[in-house]
């Protein structure tokens, strides 16, 4: 498998309170464009491909990645994404305004990057779709 892979999902939820405590809040990424990187398991040594396009809508961030066949750490994620093995999302980001503590508020961040994980801290966050 050589190919590239395209999917859709959900990396943040709006609204729901993630394992970590925090709660993102529509609007958080007003401004943020595609291009960041893709990871797998949020390893900076593993990006996998690219975030071709985000946008909020009324549930949360969707976005849509391409997972690149060229790569070994690529191939592995496609496999898994393919299989339905693993089918998180989850973001790195820089919190630019917060409120409250528990649960903490986030009202805008950066995004630095979105992965696929096993784990994702917000449990509603998934691949929907798997093209390729």
């Known amino acids: 498998m050589n ?7 959900y990396a943040a939820v709006f609204d729901r309170v993630d394992h970590g405590g925090d709660v993102v809040r529509p ?7 595609a ?5 797998w398991q949020h390893s900076p040594g593993e ?4 975030v071709e396009r985000v946008e ?4 949360g961030l969707r976005v849509i990645g391409r997972v690149s066949g060229r790569t070994g750490a690529g191939r592995a ?29 986030l009202l805008a961040l950066e995004l630095v990057e979105v992965s696929v994980v096993t784990h ?3 449990p509603l966050a998934r691949v929907i779709a798997v093209e390729g």
Request: positive net charge.
């Open 3 to 9: 190919e590239d892979l395209r999917f859709a999902g």
């Open 27 to 33: 609007g958080a990424f007003a401004g943020v464009a």
């Open 35 to 39: 291009g960041v990187p893709l990871l």
């Open 47 to 50: 990006a996998i491909g690219t």
């Open 56 to 59: 909020e809508d009324r549930h």
């Open 77 to 105: 994620a496609a496999r898994a994404l393919k299989d339905r093995a693993v089918d998180g999302l989850s973001f790195g980001y820089r919190v630019r305004e917060a409120r409250g503590a528990s649960p903490r508020e």
């Open 120 to 122: 994702p801290m917000q």
